[in-house]
């Protein structure tokens, strides 16, 4: 029989819990729109990065960090800001960084907070989408497969990845190795908007449409497929 947890760890639960919540709800409305507009001009973002000199690569990466944690920045303007502000390769880096970082604190933080933080965060219709997630020993190839998919909500599948049996540093290496053509392609094309070089830009632009849209198209059919292969946590354990 389970050991019951004492009122001491439940007030500490509930204080963690509560503790998070109010960063993530202080930093959405204080920065979330701030971010999304600053980024959203290539420019001016050059300019605000630039304003903190040597400092401008942590100031990045903090807000790649912020744009996952809190996931109502749209990651790729983010990405593309780093590829017009830093090239290709240290944008590329520098966003890879970010996401990692990112990663490791949403997903520790449910490993920590549990079930109560992930219905405080992610929309319940993703949650139903994803909880044969949970408790899945086939977890670690799902991940992959599903972070590979365009137009999935990556960064509440960070979360929700904080409840499967996956050992953090495999989902850190599955989640970002996933993640890194997307940045990759990001940063290509801000860096060949700053250097107005717009064929590549194009190019690159539309197959990534048109992977998006096949993405949003068939997405609901390839998790529904990994949904009935996947074993009913419900059943694993025999009475």
């Known amino acids: 029989m389970a050991e019951k947890p004492d009122r001491k760890h439940i007030v500490l639960h509930a204080v963690l819990l509560a503790l998070f919540l109010a960063a993530i709800v202080f930093l959405t409305i204080r920065y979330g729109p701030l971010i999304t507009r600053l980024m959203s001009h290539p420019q001016r973002s050059r300019d605000f990065i630039a304003s903190y000199g040597a400092a401008g690569p942590l100031i990045f990466i903090a807000i790649q ?6 996931f109502v920045i749209p990651g790729e303007i983010v990405q593309i800001a780093g590829g017009y502000v830093f090239g290709t390769v240290m944008g590329t880096l520098y966003s890879f960084a970010g996401a990692i970082l990112g990663t490791f604190l949403a997903f520790m933080a449910v490993r920590l907070l549990g079930f109560s933080l992930i219905k405080s965060v992610v929309p319940r219709k993703n949650l139903e989408k994803f909880d044969f997630l949970i408790n899945s020993q086939k977890s670690e190839i799902i991940l992959f497969a599903l972070f590979l998919i365009p ?37 290509y094309i801000g860096a060949h908007l700053a250097k107005k070089s717009y064929w590549p830009v194009v190019v ?20 529904a497929a990994v949904r009935r292969r996947s074993p009913d946590p419900k059943h694993d354990d025999p009475a």
């Open 65 to 70: 960090v912020m744009q996952i944690i809190i």
């Open 151 to 187: 137009g999935l909500p990556k960064d509440a599948l960070v979360y929700i990845a904080g409840l499967t049996p996956i050992k953090p540093l495999k989902f850190l290496i599955i989640c970002n190795l996933a993640r890194f053509p997307s940045l990759l392609g990001s940063a």
């Open 204 to 223: 690159v632009s539309v197959v990534s449409l048109v992977l998006f849209a096949l993405g949003l198209i068939y997405k609901d059919k390839i998790i």
